[in-house]
Every structure is written in C-alpha cells, then in structure tokens.
C-alpha cells in the first residue's frame, strides 16, 4: 500500500516478542487456515498494531489491519453505536476505493496478487450500503430494537457444529461428521438450545460461547448526521492513506465497481430435461456414485429397479434414522403419465404427495465420507507441531541460509549521485517466493528460512526471490525508505548485518557496520 508493503513478515517479527505481549501464536500465522475467525480477532488487537508501529518500515501492514478491524467492529462490536458503525464501515469501504484506484494505475503491481479478492471488496461495499439502510429501514419503523446488527453473520451456524462435536464422548476423536451423524446429533443440541434460552434467567452457562446480543437504547440519527459519519469515515481513510505514502484525488474516492449492464445480461432459456420419455433425468454414469467401501452402500442393479418401480416408501419409514422429513431429496412430483426414469423411486412426503428420489442421492446422503471435508477445518483441532524457530542473525558475516526477521545487504544499481552508497542496499526479510510458476499460488513460499546457494540435491531449482523492505544506505549512515515494490532475488545477496538503530530522525547503521561496509 503506497510505498510500504504489507506482509506477514512484520507479524512473525513482531510475535517474537511473546504471547504476553501480542497474543499471537505461531499457529495463529500459518497460511494452510485462513478462515479461523479466533486467529482474525488476535490479528486486530491494539496490541499488535501497537507494536507494529515500533518497527521500521510496518506502515502498510497497520494501515491493513485497522482496514481489517473496521470491517469487523462496524458489525460485530457490540459496544458501538449506529454512527460508530457507520463511520468505521465507510472508513473501509473509501480506503478499499482508493486503494483499488492505485493499483490499477500502477504499472509494476497486479491487482490480482496485490489487492484483495473481488468478493472481500464487493462485500465491504455492500456492508457499507446495507448499513445505512438497515438503520433508516427501522428508524421508518421507529423500533430500535430491531437494529442488531452483531447477529448478521454466520457464526451461530459454525457453532453448531462445535456442538455436535461436544456431543460426542471424552474419548471421541472424531472432529467431522457427514449428514446422517450430524442430523442425529441436531436433534440433541437443539433440545439443549431451548433449555438454553428457556433458562437463561435462572443458569448462567459459562463456557456455552453464546453472543449477548442485549439492545442498547439509543437514538435513531438524522441524515445529517449520518452524512457527517459517513465524512468522517472518508477524512480518516484519507489520514491512515497519507502515512502510507499514497497520493489519491477525490474522485479516487468514488466508487469504481463496474456496474452491470442490461446488455451485458444474457436472456434466460427454458431447457427441457427430459424431451422424450425414454429419455433419462441425469446421465447413468452419475447414478453410481457410491464405493464399496461404504458401510451403508447397496449394489443397486437395473432388475431391482424395475422390480420397485410399483413400489412406494414412506418418508417418515424409510428416513426414520435421520429424525427428520427430508423432502428436499425429491426431484420432482409424479406426473400425470405416471413416468418413473430408471435409477428413482417413490417416497410419499408428510403430506401425502408422491416425490421422485434418486436412490444414489439417499444412499450417498446416509455414507458419505468424510475425509472430503475441507482440510483447513481439520487443522483447527490437531495438535500444532513444536516449532524451533532459527534465532535471527545480527552481526556482520556472510551466511549460507537466511530467515525472516533477518537484516542483509545485496547488491543495488545505485550509482551514488544523491549521497548514498553506491552499488549497495540494505533489506529486512519478510518472505520468500518462488521465480517460477504461471499462477500467484504457484509463485507462494510458505518457508521461514531458505538457503543462499541452491543445495547439491535439489534438481531443476525454482529460484527464489525475497519480499522485504528495502533501504538505500546514505554516506551519513542514515537509511533512506525505498518505495520499489520489487522484490530482490537471493542471488544478489551480499552478506547479513547488524540491526539499524531505530531514533528519532530515523534509522541508520553503527560505525562497525559502516566500516564492515
């Protein structure tokens, strides 16, 4: 963001200093989980930004994470009132306008690897609107009570399944379900939901991890003052936007979504599925779609369902395990001429109408496997591996392998004509990735600390290259910011050095290091 980067170096930097301090984990900056909302509310304590901004060159990645806590307290703080609200979701949605205004006027940066993803900003506008119009939705209501905006999101629906897991026995190890153990569990934690809330004057239930969401008397605001919030948001955006470095005009605050066009909406066609009546619903190669290794799948041969064609089965019998009338199995309805494509049968619904269900669908529905769970909700429950983190380097000598954290000098095209050293930069490591690869996930480095020299048993080597903040070292021992977005590669490494010293005027190197120099 302008001339600083943004990385997750400064935060593997900065939590080194301990958990007492910053309340981060190492865990808590892995890249395999990037949805833990526990590790996003970490990321936003005014602790960590504290101590970010006493660290040389972190401008980008605070003025990202008070991006980041605004989004998250326009909603979820309960303790803010409506303009509050308004003013810290505006805040975000103006610094996402002129960011995504930079970028794409920057001719050495991508927005795809530089930005956030289209659906964070879309979301961030839409909340910002959706704000303002829930608030004016209910002042034209005049009920306050209605505006509890710390309940619109999803996580009552992730609780959920902590529930089913607390469902299970001490020496339980399952952490994923499929869909018939977990609707077996629902009925059990829905019956402890409504003791829940039927006691919830009497017990106090501690460890239930339940949002109060209480109403909060207030006042609903005038236009003005909403406009005023709104304003606020937009001169606070422009202030965190300047220590960055980046230079924006008005109309880079202006909303630069592209909007849909009725040319650009294609015409919506009927499509018959089923022209003919010897014609199947889905192709018979999706009928089969159950594995022999399943403990509830049956071999489903086409002479036995032909046999059951004339047959009929009760939802409430046939689902009785689930505990629950399951009509959204169903395909469609009997129709008049009575035609049943091969691969369904019929079950009658609660309330008497004959349903068309595939029989793959019900068999998959009650054995599913649940290893095809998404793997960054099972890393949340395994046991972190020890990390032995390598001490950074801080003295003067040439290394074989270097690490984030870590302080070097490589070789720049500086020809010393603006009094600094020529043919010499200093850097901080932040990351590493790799030269080769043609997509942004491919180029992505997850290692701590590499090697200088390609090793001897490494074939075909991807190359590497370090993402830092880089430093042009003045004749007066000062280090000047250098705004270059571009990473170095490892091979014009020179040597490490000392930490600079940070004061006042800035950073500058000893005169044991400039000797060394």
């Known amino acids: ?146 505006f509890l905006p710390q309940l619109m999101n999803s996580q009552h629906n992730e609780r959920s399944f902590g529930n089913a897991r607390s469902m299970s026995g001490v020496q339980n190890t399952i952490i994923n379900f499929d869909i018939l153990e977990y609707l077996n569990k629902a009925s059990h934690f829905e019956y402890l939901d409504e003791l829940r809330i039927l006691l919830k004057d009497k017990f106090e239930f501690a460890r239930g991890g339940y949002k109060t969401s209480e109403y909060q008397p207030f006042e609903f605001p005038s236009d003005q003052e909403i406009e005023t919030a709104v304003y606020k948001g937009k001169m606070r955006a422009k202030r965190i936007l300047d220590l960055t470095g980046l230079e924006c005009d008005d109309e880079d605050f202006h909303c630069c979504l592209s909007h849909l066009k009725r040319t650009d909406v294609r015409p919506l066609e009927e499509v018959d599925v089923c022209e003919g009546p010897g014609e199947e619903l889905y192709p018979e190669q999706d009928l089969e779609m159950v594995t022999e290794s399943s403990d509830h799948a049956t071999d489903v041969t086409d002479e036995q369902a032909d046999e059951s064609n004339d047959a009929i089965y009760e939802a409430n019998v046939l689902l009785r395990r689930i505990g629950a009338d399951l009509n959204y199995l169903c395909k469609q309805t009997i129709s008049d001429s009575g035609h049943q494509p091969k691969g369904f049968f019929k079950i009658m619904t609660s309330t008497g109408e004959l349903m068309l269900a595939r029989i793959s669908t019900v068999i998959w529905l009650l054995s599913s496997d649940r290893s095809k769970i998404s793997n960054d909700r099972l890393l949340r429950f395994r046991t972190p591996k020890a990390i032995n983190g390598i001490p950074s380097v801080n003295e003067n000598k040439i290394c074989t392998i270097i690490s984030i954290g870590d302080w070097f000098l490589f070789r720049s095209n500086s020809s010393g004509r603006q009094g600094n050293t020529p043919g010499v930069g200093a850097a901080q490591v932040l990351g590493f990735c790799f030269l080769r690869g043609k997509l942004k996930r491919e180029r992505e480095c997850s290692l701590k600390t590499v090697p200088i020299d390609v090793p001897d048993n490494v074939e075909n080597p991807r190359g590497i290259e370090i993402v830092c903040n880089k430093y042009s070292v003045m004749e007066n021992n000062f280090l000047r910011h250098d705004s270059d977005p571009k990473k170095i590669n490892i091979t014009r490494y020179v040597s490490h050095t000392e930490k600079p010293l940070l004061s006042d005027t800035g950073l500058r190197i000893s005169d044991k290091t400039r000797l060394y120099l």
């Open 1 to 146: 963001i302008g001339k600083y980067p943004v990385s997750r170096g400064h935060l593997e930097i900065v939590a080194r200093e301990g958990k007492e301090k910053t309340g981060l984990l190492v865990s808590d900056l892995e890249q395999q989980d990037k949805m833990c909302v526990k590790t996003f509310v970490k990321l936003i304590d005014p602790r960590v930004a504290n101590l970010l901004k006493t660290q040389p060159g972190t401008n980008g990645t605070v003025a990202y994470i008070s991006l980041m806590k605004s989004v998250f307290d326009a909603y979820e703080n309960p303790s803010l009132t409506p303009l509050e609200r308004i003013e810290e979701i505006w805040f975000a949605t103006f610094f996402t306008r002129v960011w995504h205004c930079w970028i794409t006027g920057s001719k050495d940066l991508k927005h795809d690897e530089h930005f956030i993803t289209d659906n964070a900003e879309l979301g961030i506008e839409i909340n910002a609107h959706s704000l303002v119009n829930h608030l004016l939705h209910c002042r034209e209501l005049a009920k306050p009570e209605l």
